[in-house]
């Protein structure tokens, strides 16, 4: 498996949290959890469901149904406001991000047995377009793919490991990017295993 591709903006820290940062991570994500349960969204359209299970922290959160993808301040099902951002992160934003302002949302992706997966996509329901995405991952490996703004360009997939925070600024912010496949067992983090991705994002260039 190659290294990492370094695309403008792009900057990759395997390790970034130690083993007892995951683990309180985790804590902080698993309360979230409970306050606003992890959903299976569908496609907008086809209404296909996706592969991996979501659910958001912050003022705003991703949500997709047939009617289109979009951030909304409440969880679809509960009508409940999302939980906050936790400390850990807005601090990792604070050093990492290089933004002015505090992220939005955090959206908390599951992926869980072999099918799991994200196809390729650029993240574009943010208005502020411009703000980095931060991303950090939790759990068992993701083989990640990363290739640029067109989605014919080419692509390159890596490996990426429990603990490694990702951030997408620049030219990467607008890089077509998705997950192939998770290894399932390469991590004892999640105790019924899987993967727990985190990104932080900025969706409205105000306040
Ligand atoms: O799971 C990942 O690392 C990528 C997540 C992603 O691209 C997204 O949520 O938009
Ligand atoms: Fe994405």
Do not use: K
């Not at 306050?35 to 912050?58: E, K, L």
């Not at 990792?92 to 959206?107: F, K, S, V, Y």
């Amino acid at each position: 498996m190659p290294s990492p591709p370094s695309p403008d903006g792009f900057r990759y820290l395997p390790d970034r949290l130690d083993a007892a940062a995951q683990q309180a991570l985790l804590e902080a994500v698993q309360q979230v959890a409970a306050a606003a349960p992890f959903q299976r969204y569908v496609t907008p359209g086809r209404g296909r469901p996706f592969s991996i299970d979501m659910t958001n922290a912050g003022p705003l959160g991703w949500v997709s149904d047939r009617r289109g993808y979009r951030y909304s301040p409440v969880h679809p099902a509960t009508g409940r406001p999302w939980p906050p951002i936790p400390a850990t992160l807005l601090d990792l934003w604070a050093e990492l991000a290089g933004w002015p302002q505090p992220p939005q949302c955090c959206l908390v992706n599951l992926y869980r047995g072999g099918g799991a997966r994200l196809g390729l996509h650029r993240d574009e329901d943010e208005e502020a377009a411009d703000a980095p995405i931060l991303n950090v991952s939790l759990g068992d490996t993701a083989v990640f793919r990363l290739g640029g703004r067109q989605r014919s360009d080419p692509t390159r997939s890596f490996m990426v490991p429990s603990g490694t925070v990702m951030v997408f600024a620049g030219e990467a912010r607008a890089a077509f990017h998705g997950v192939d496949r998770i290894l399932p067992g390469s991590s004892t983090l999640l105790p019924e295993g899987g993967r727990l991705n985190l990104t932080l994002r900025r969706v409205t260039p105000g306040d």
